[in-house]
């Protein structure tokens, strides 16, 4: 999956400029007034059409994703939300398909006094229907800027590292990776989410960090990081769950255990709980590693992929399965998701000058 090919999405005026322009050079081709009038309509209704249906289909089809986006998605700004904002685009283009022939049929049989007026007047529909979706196209270029820099999740074998921050998630990845980690954001934590890859045994494993989520107790986080959690767990066949007794983190390791178990109760897939930064403290029953000095990260790293299935195989039965001891049961009637309106809750798509900082 990867975002990072949708286009700008272009705002009213912008569709409408380039129409215009489109529809000048047109114009200018034919020699007589009312048909070059005529043929002015004409290429301005098609040039918005073409362009807001390429608005549409710049986005990824949401039925078509795989489900870690739809639930992000959903997180983010509200899948009903979203499809209403391309529904709005579609209204429009379908709008102007509907009313092209019409309307240039309009100026070609108006007298020749007549002529500049109804296109005048076609146009300033046209306008008027394409700054209607001027909110929309806005939203949707917002949209865009944030799934540009969402995670590239692939459907291979994934284990998610957790533990309390500092304690060494993203040195663990850095470490196993072929190659150097993406580095991509969520727009409801700050912090960058390092994604790793490796080859192993010829098949692509994905090492996916949890920045800024799985590193609190429960009664702390809100119902967004509860659903990113929720997202982020359904990708992983096995978590890692990394604790620093040396408490260099600056976490005493009764609170780091007592997320260990938090987060057994979380999650059906398998946990593999150990212990970084063994250099300066190790703890007994655990396996130690040091992701400064590299000692022990292969071995962890094999207890790991100890969970992968055998080739072919599906993904751990556990996958998927993820329960939110607060969550409403799935029914139809009650199970509605509280799906976050970005203008109303602090959620916003990141301003462009921000992420291109
Ligand atoms: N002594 C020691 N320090 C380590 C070791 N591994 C990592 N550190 C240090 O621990 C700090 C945090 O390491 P990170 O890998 O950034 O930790 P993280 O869990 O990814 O941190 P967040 O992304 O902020 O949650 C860094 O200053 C590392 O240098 C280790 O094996 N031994």
Known sequence: MNFERIPTVPTADEVLDRAL??????????????RASEEFV??????????????????????????????????IWGTEHLRKALGAVGWAARWTKDHKGGLAKDVRFSS????????????????????????QLLYLNEVRNVMRKLPVIEDVFTIVVAGFPNVGKSSFIRRVSSAEPEIASYPFTTKGVIIGHRIERREKIQLIDTPGLLDRPAEERNTIEKQAISAIINTADVILFILDPSTYCGFPLEDQMRLLDEIRELVHVPIIAVVNKSDVKTLEGYKAMSTASGEGVEEVLEMLLSEKPAPGAAHHPGRQGYSDPDEEPADKESYDRPSIKWRESGLRPPRRDEIEK
């Open 112 to 135: 020749d006094e007549d002529a500049t007026a109804s296109r005048k007047k076609a146009v300033a529909r046209l306008a008027s229907v394409v700054h209607q979706i001027d909110d």
């Open 21 to 34: 322009r489109r529809a000048a050079a047109k114009m200018r081709e034919k020699k007589q007034k009312k």
């Open 42 to 75: 004409r290429a301005a209704y098609l040039s918005v059409h073409d362009k807001l249906v390429s608005v549409i289909q710049g986005f990824p089809e949401m039925d078509n994703l795989p489900r870690f986006y739809q639930d992000l998605f959903d997180i």
